[in-house]
Structures are given as structure tokens and as C-alpha cells.
């Protein structure tokens, strides 16, 4: 990493409320923007989040802000309505607040006397999100986005469902972390001492644990429609830079975005990356120089200067060469291609039948199968990715190839197609795509979920017949992989997979009829166009945060099993960055766990548990301020219901502010 102090404009740093529509609600705001630009002034760059300017994302606005204002922008950070130092009340996630809000703020940016005019949006997850969800609105100042993990499509490439099936492993989890966060109160250094305690009452009082309106939509309705652009893409009228990773569960969007949008105004760029800025250097790597990349990208459609962006391939992708299973990997070997249309005419669907019997086999696994997933969101962790999956595989029914003659390379979204029959009326099936290595291990490649009640549409619940037998296709999700000679395409199917998937409340069964079912590769022909090439990695200087590094820390992911009762236990820390402390002196401690348990033959088992402890303080041990939430979020289901309870509990200088407590029932149309 390369860290960069001088910069051709001189910056300067400032904080100011910017107001939204309804007069009342102010939006508190961090501006980076060259000393000069009131007599000259500069495009405006938005990042729009919840996450908090002030100490969450602190440490990453300090890279990439200052950076950006010392090559001629104004670069502005914003904390959304109800979080961080902002007015107002929390909402749900990218509700039609949150995005008027945005795009109130894109209008306030360009009428600045500091801006030409011109605004772009970037961010990564929630902000790449909300970058294309305020793009689709069209204000006209909104001219470029660059979009950094984030999906198109908020029911079935989000935290929330895949498939079609409930994501046991992070829509509980995610709900329990949102309920945390929105839990944390205003900082008095800014709002002021008499202010900050009003406001945070106010936004207790608020809250609504998202989970009840996730788990109250089942089916792709108009809650999941609102906010996808999957169902206009012309409604972008901005410029879209999509950046994701293979290790990111996202990165099927850039794929869609590459598409569907107008090439004079797309470009993909998907890496080896797990869920963070492709800059950062955490695993997997390589990092590239990804400021130098945007700037590109800024350059050409903010300042109208001919960067050679536009001349880049549609979609760049890294090609992941084969490597052992591990949890992280520091590098992954490969190399860059470009693809100049998507789909591409150099990748071609391969048909591979999954077996020569006409006898259907029998597909049962155990209610634990799934737990050697991996973390759904690879964080850069040294526990995040799945581990050897042989004894996931034996948990599954394999149909494996013949040893390859040859280096076959696949680029995109595989597909398994399955004869089967359910042998209950709702049932998931599971299939994952695995690179198996003449020593037996088994390298995980790609996997896909496919709910068999969403079958003929995510928009209904159609339940099985049992004793019939039909055809499902299950889209894995994307990849760049290149097995090598001598190894094996695995495709291993299973009909549960926990905790990712939340199961049926029946154990149920499938058979699959090997002769007519098949992998669909898409193999591509060994073609290289001219070589792709990346900056260094370059940042503006960190700050100066000191981080606590526990003495005895928890392992971040451990399985545990009771064997004579039959229950497998998972429990994670998350580990989002941890307790530490800001140059202005604030103090946030932060600790989470995660906790899935379930019985191996008993779907009704299934248990899931967030449990969040923050504390923010200024002064010795608090003497100044000091704030405390601890949050706790459970889902359970019998047969029927899904069973919902949370509570949260704050604490302003060792005195309770609010109790909170929620206890929900919801029935399982299709969960």
C-alpha cells in the first residue's frame, strides 16, 4: 500500500447539515473539498449510509475521501436519517425516505458554490446499494456511480432470501446487527450535550426490528420490487461502474448489470475480492490500485476528460486458478480477462449429464449439512471461506466426472439441472459445484439454493406433488475458475443446508434421476485480448486509530457437537473491527456473537441467536459521556410459524434509557 500526503490541490475538511424536503430533518454531513474550489469549483462525490461517519466507517472514510478531494473533487460523506449524528428516525432499509432524502442531498451538493454542478455515487454494500436505488431515480445533477458489492435485486441477491428459501445464516443475524446499530445514539461532541439524549430517546422509541417485515414478505412481492432495479434497468440514466468479487455474494449483479444497460454507459469489474473495497489488501487479494480506478471513472464522466475508461472491455474478471480448500487465502493465483460483450461470444454452455443411471438415487442429508459454508459475507476474516468440503460431500449425494484431460475454464453462472421428485410437499434443494484433486479434497467452486416452492416463480408458493417427477434448474452463482488436469467437476446435491438455508419444518426427501439431470458449465475457449493491468494500491494516510487486541480472543467460527443429543453448534464473531479508540478520543467498544444451533434429524430444531454489546465513551472510564446498548434477536419456527423475539436495553452514563422488547409470530407461507 501506498499512501499518499501531497496532492496537486490542497484539501480541507468541514462538517454541515444538509436539509431534506420536509424542512424539519437535517442530514449531518463531512465534506472533503480542495481549499480553492469556492473560486474553482469541483464535481461532488456522495457515500450515503447508516454505518456512522463519526467512529464505524471512520477509519475507511480517512483513505478514500481526502484522496478524492486532493484530486479535484468534494468528496462527502453522510450519515442517513436516524443514524450517526443525523435528525429523524430510523426506517427500513432503503426505504422511499431514505432514497428522497438521497436525493435531496444530490441536489443540495450540486447547488453548492463549491460544485459544478455535476455529483457521482459510490459505496460498497449498503451504499452501493443505495447508489443504484437513487440512480434509478434519476435526479438530473447524478451523472456517474460506482457500485461496490451491491445487488440489483433485493429479494433473491440480498442478506434476506436466496432461492427463494430464508438465508437462515444472515437474515436473522443482519436484523439483530440493524436493531444494534440503529440502537446507537447521537454523538453530543456534535449534536450538543443537550440535544443528544432528546434524540436518542426518539430514536428508541422507533425501532422496529427489520426482521418482522422481512419474514412478513415471503414471495418476491411490492416490498421486494421497491428498490430493485432489475425491474427497470432504464430507468439508470447515470453511468455505472459495478465492482464486486467471487467471494462476495453479490457479484452476480455486476454480471446482470453488464447485460442490461447500454455499453456507452457500463462497465464490470469483478475480482478475487471477499466483501470489501478491492484497495483495502485484505484476503483474498491481489488488491489493485482501485482510487486510481474511480478516479478514471470520475475523470471521464464528471470532468468530460477521455480517460480510456470507456475503451476498457465491458466486463473485466479474474480468472481464479485452482488452489487446496482453506479458509482465507492471502492471494489467490489467476490472471485478468476481457470480455468486449456480455453474455460473451468466447463462453459457451456445456453439457454435462450427471450420470448414466436411469434409477432414481435417494437425496436425505442430515439437518447439518451446510456446515462447513463458510461465512456468507467473506469479510477478509481468517475463518471466512469454506474449509475442504469432503465431509460436506459426504453429507450429499456426488456425481463426479472422469478425471480431465484438460484445463477447462468457466466463466459465469453454472447450472444443475435435476430430474427429482419430492417425496414432501415443500423441500429445498442444494447443489454446489466442487473442484476434487487427485488426493481426494474438494475445493468448493460455486453453489446455488433453489426453495422447490418458488419453482415456477418467486412471485408464488407452489407446493410439490409427491410421486411426480419434474425437471428444476438450480443457477449457481457466478465464478472464474479453471480446473485443472487430473481433477474432478464434482456436483454435490443435498436437500438441506444449515445455517445458511432455513429448513421445511417436515424432514422430507429427494430422488434425482442421474441419466436426466446435467451441469450446464459455461466453459470459456482459451482467448486473450491485451493484457489488463492495475495500479498499485494508493490511499490518502490512515488515521490514527488505536485498535484493542483481546489477549484471549474467540475463535471467529466454532462447530461443536453434542453427540448424544444429536446437535451441531455454530458460533461466530462476526468481527467487524472490534474495540478502539479515535484521535478526538471517543472510545467505542464493540462485541457480537452469533450463535446457530440444530438437531441432525430434526428440521423444528433450528435456532438462531445475535447478540450485540456497544459501548461509546469520552473522558476516563466514561467521565464525559458515556452510552451502552445490548441487543439480542432470536428466531425459531415450529411447523406453521416462525417465532421472532428481540430485545434492547440502553444505557446513558450507568442509567437506563429504554427497554424494549418484541415478540412476534409470522406464518410460513413459503419459508
Same mark, same amino acid.
Given at each position: 500500500?501506498?499512501y499518499?500526503?501531497q496532492?496537486?490541490?490542497?484539501v480541507i ?6 436539509p431534506t424536503?420536509?424542512g424539519r430533518?437535517r442530514?449531518?454531513a ?13 464535481p461532488?462525490l456522495?457515500e450515503?449510509l447508516?454505518?456512522?461517519?463519526s ?5 475507511r472514510?480517512?483513505q ?9 473533487y468534494?468528496?462527502v460523506?453522510v450519515d442517513?436519517?436516524g ?6 428516525t430510523?426506517g427500513?432499509?432503503y426505504?422511499a425516505?431514505?432514497?428522497?432524502d438521497?436525493v ?7 447547488a453548492?458554490? %463549491? ?7 459510490f459505496?460498497?454494500?449498503?451504499g452501493g446499494f443505495?447508489a443504484?436505488?437513487?440512480a ?7 451523472k456517474?456511480i460506482v457500485t461496490?458489492?451491491s ?5 433473491d441477491?440480498d442478506?434476506h432470501?436466496t432461492?427463494g428459501?430464508v438465508?437462515?445464516?444472515d437474515?436473522?443475524a443482519?436484523?439483530g446487527?440493524?436493531?444494534?446499530f440503529?440502537?446507537r445514539? $447521537?454523538?453530543?461532541?456534535?449534536v ?7 434524540m ?6 422507533a425501532?422496529?426490528p427489520?426482521?418482522?417485515?422481512w419474514?412478513d414478505?415471503q ?8 428498490g430493485?432495479v432489475?425491474e427497470d434497468y432504464?430507468a439508470?440514466r ?6 464486486g468479487?467471487w467471494?462476495?455474494p453479490?457479484r452476480d449483479?455486476?454480471l ?10 457500463v ?11 478491492p484497495?483495502?489488501?485484505?484476503p483474498p487479494?491481489?488488491a489493485i490500485g482501485f482510487?486510481?480506478e474511480?478516479?478514471?471513472? %470520475?475523470d471521464?464522466h464528471?470532468?468530460?476528460t477521455d480517460?480510456?475508461v470507456m475503451?476498457?472491455?465491458?466486463l473485466r474478471?479474474?480468472i ?10 492471502d492471494?489467490?493465483p489467476?490472471?485478468w ?8 461470444p468466447h463462453?459457451?454452455?456445456?453439457e454435462?449429464a450427471?450420470g ?5 438415487v435417494?437425496v436425505?442429508?442430515p439437518q447439518?449439512t451446510?456446515?462447513d459454508?463458510?461465512?456468507f ?8 471461506l $469454506?474449509?475442504d468440503?469432503r ?13 480431465l484431460a484438460?484445463?477447462v475454464?468457466i ?10 421428485d419430492?417425496a414432501?410437499?415443500?423441500?429445498h434443494v442444494?447443489?454446489r459445484?466442487?473442484d ?5 479434497s474438494s475445493?468448493?467452486?460455486?453453489r446455488g439454493?433453489l ?8 412471485e ?5 406433488? $409427491?410421486?411426480?417427477?419434474e425437471?428444476?434448474?438450480v443457477?449457481l ?9 487430473g481433477h474432478?467437476?464434482r456436483?454435490?446435491v443435498?436437500?438441506?443446508?444449515w ?9 422430507g426427501?429427494?430422488?434425482v ?8 458449465l $459455461?466453459v470459456?475457449?482459451a482467448v486473450?485480448g491485451?493484457?489488463?493491468r492495475f495500479e498499485?494500491p494508493?490511499q490518502?494516510?490512515?488515521?490514527a486509530?488505536?485498535?484493542d ?10 462447530v461443536t457437537?453434542?453427540?448424544a ?6 458460533e461466530?464473531d462476526?468481527?467487524?473491527?472490534g ?8 472510545r467505542?467498544?464493540e462485541?457480537a456473537?452469533e450463535?446457530?444451533?440444530?438437531r441432525?434429524d430434526?428440521?423444528?430444531?433450528a435456532?438462531?441467536v445475535s ?6 465513551r469520552?473522558g ?5 459521556w ?13 411447523a406453521?410459524d ?5 430485545r434492547?436495553e ?9 427497554k ?5 409470530t409470522?406464518p410460513?407461507?413459503?419459508?
Open positions: 500500500m501506498r499518499r500526503e496532492f496537486e490541490r490542497q475538511r468541514e462538517d454541515v447539515w444538509i424536503r420536509d430533518t442530514l449531518h463531512r465534506v472533503w473539498r480542495p481549499a480553492d474550489a469556492e473560486s474553482d469549483p469541483v461532488a456522495l450515503y447508516p454505518y456512522r461517519k467512529d464505524w466507517t471512520a477509519p472514510d480517512a478514500r475521501h481526502p484522496w478524492y478531494a486532493g484530486h479535484g468534494a468528496s460523506r442517513i436519517r443514524h450517526g449524528d443525523s435528525e429523524g430510523p427500513d432499509e426505504d425516505q431514505e432514497l428522497a438521497g435531496d442531498v444530490v441536489h443540495w451538493l450540486a453548492q458554490r %463549491w460544485c459544478t454542478g455535476k455529483v457521482g455515487m459505496g460498497i454494500s449498503w443505495n443504484l436505488q437513487i434509478a431515480l434519476a435526479p438530473e445533477p447524478l456517474a461496490v458489492c445487488t440489483d435485486d433485493r429479494y441477491n442478506v432470501y432461492g428459501a438465508l437462515g445464516i437474515m436473522p443482519w436484523a446487527t440493524m436493531l444494534a440503529a440502537s445514539p $447521537p454523538d453530543p461532541a456534535t450538543g450535550a443537550d440535544r443528544w439524549l432528546p436518542w430517546r426518539e430514536r428508541l422509541d425501532l422496529e427489520f426482521l418482522h417485515t419474514l414478505h414471495q418476491r412481492d411490492a416490498y421486494w420490487r421497491h430493485s432489475c432504464g439508470l447515470a453511468a455505472v461502474l459495478a465492482v468479487g467471494h462476495d453479490y449483479a455486476v446482470r448489470l453488464v447485460e442490461h444497460l447500454p455499453a456507452d454507459r462497465r464490470g469489474l469483478i475480482g478475487p475480492w471477499s466483501h470489501q473495497y484497495d483495502r489488501g485484505l487479494g491481489p482510487l486510481q474511480t478516479l478514471r471513472w %470520475w471521464q464528471l470532468k468530460g480517460t480510456g475503451a476498457e472491455p465491458l474478471a479474474w481464479n486458478d485452482p488452489v487446496p480448500p482453506a479458509t482465507s487465502y492471494e489467490m489467476g490472471r480477462v476481457g470480455e468486449t460483450d456480455w453474455p460473451s463462453v459457451t454452455f456445456e454435462r450427471l448414466t443411471s436411469a434409477s432414481p435417494l436425505r442429508s447439518h451446510g456446515i459454508a463458510g461465512r459475507f467473506p469479510f477478509g476474516n481468517a475463518s471466512d $469454506p474449509p468440503q465431509e460436506e460431500d459426504g453429507r450429499s449425494v456426488c456425481f463426479d466426472s472422469e478425471p484438460e484445463r475454464e466463466l459465469g453462472r453454472p447450472r444443475v439441472r435435476l430430474r427429482l419430492s414432501t410437499p415443500r423441500a442444494i447443489a459445484l466442487c476434487v484433486a487427485p488426493d481426494g475445493t468448493l467452486v460455486s439454493v426453495n422447490l416452492l418458488s419453482r415456477r416463480g418467486r408464488r408458493a407452489v407446493e410439490w406433488t $409427491p410421486g411426480t417427477y425437471d428444476v434448474e443457477e452463482n457466478g465464478i472464474g475458475y479453471a480446473f485443472p488436469p474432478r467437476v456436483v454435490a443435498s436437500d438441506a443446508y445455517p445458511w438455508v432455513w429448513p421445511h419444518g417436515q424432514r426427501e429427494l430422488r434421476v442421474p441419466a436426466e439431470s446435467a451441469v450446464l $459455461p470459456r475457449e486473450d491485451p493484457p489488463i498499485e494508493e490518502a494516510p490512515p488515521l486509530v488505536t485498535y487486541r483481546p489477549a484471549d480472543p474467540s475463535p471467529e467460527r466454532l457437537h453434542d453427540v443429543k444429536g446437535e451441531w453448534t455454530l461466530v462476526p468481527n467487524y473491527g474495540s478502539r479508540t479515535y484521535p478526538d478520543g471517543l467505542y467498544e462485541s456473537r450463535t446457530y444451533r440444530i441432525s430434526d428440521p423444528l430444531s435456532r438462531a447478540e450485540w454489546h456497544i459501548r461509546l469520552r476516563e472510564d466514561g467521565a464525559d458515556a452510552a451502552e446498548i445490548m441487543v439480542r434477536t432470536e428466531l425459531r419456527a415450529t406453521a416462525f417465532i421472532m423475539d428481540s434492547v440502553a444505557r446513558a452514563n450507568g442509567e437506563t434509557v429504554a424494549r422488547a418484541w415478540h412476534r409470522t410460513r407461507t413459503s419459508g
